[in-house]
């Protein structure tokens, strides 16, 4: 029996870690960001940066483009 539990704790550890890397990834990151005006951004091939408080979705640009019209 212990052997079950030890399996089911490892199992509960990879989903939840599989939960916080889809709520990581849906947060996007700077390869679809739409803030062009971004000192962050790196080149191609660096490591891009998640959950920056710079990012702009697509759905934002939309926003503040008819927000200003």
Known sequence: MSR??????????????????????????????????CGYCPEPGRIVRYNCPFYISKESEEEYAESNN
């Not at 990581?24 to 803030?35: A, H, Q």
């Open 4 to 37: 079950l539990n030890t399996t089911i704790s490892e199992i509960a550890f990879v989903l939840d870690n599989l939960i916080l890397l889809r709520q990581i990834l849906s947060t996007g990151n700077c390869n679809d960001c739409k803030n062009k005006n």
